[in-house]
């Protein structure tokens, strides 16, 4: 699986600041091989996920459990790596990467000039 993972995560080239500081801040005693696949799937979508979307994705890179990878997604909210934002009722929410001002500002449009 790590073999895979640093295979992906060679293709990471802009975002490889923000991973390493993912696998090395996290609070949590999980696998870093794991995180770089998350952090992967998430930087690969252009819109948030929910926890069933990223384990879909996750299971066919060889993730242990849907358990786990939720636990992965928690512990990089605490590390300040990934955003929640509450859908619907209840306690549903899906995850994006945190994105950075400069790359904010650079993804807005500029209003034209009258």
């Given at each position: 699986?790590?073999?895979?993972?640093?295979?992906?995560?060679?293709?990471?080239?802009?975002?490889?600041?923000?991973?390493?500081a993912?696998?090395?801040?996290?609070?949590?005693?999980?696998?870093?091989?794991?995180?770089?696949?998350?952090?992967?799937?998430?930087?690969?979508?252009?819109?948030?996920?929910?926890?069933?979307?990223?384990?879909?994705?996750?299971?066919?890179?060889g993730?242990?459990?849907?358990?786990?990878?939720?636990?992965?997604?928690?512990?990089?909210?605490?590390?300040?790596?990934?955003?929640?934002?509450?859908?619907?009722?209840?306690?549903n929410?899906?995850?994006?990467?945190?994105?950075?001002k400069?790359e904010?500002?650079?993804?807005?449009?500029?209003?034209?000039?009258?």
């Open positions: 699986m790590q073999r895979h993972c640093l295979l992906l995560c060679r293709g990471i080239q802009s975002s490889a600041a923000g991973l390493q993912i696998i090395h801040n996290s609070s949590s005693k999980t696998d870093p091989a794991a995180k770089a696949v998350v952090y992967t799937i998430l930087s690969d979508t252009s819109v948030p996920l929910n926890s069933a979307q990223i384990w879909e994705q996750a299971e066919k890179a993730l242990k459990s849907k358990r786990h990878t939720k636990r992965l997604l928690q512990s990089m909210r605490k590390a300040g790596a990934v955003q929640t934002k509450p859908v619907g009722k209840g306690q929410y899906v995850y994006a990467l945190k994105t950075s400069t904010a500002a650079s993804k807005t449009p500029v209003p034209a000039a009258t």
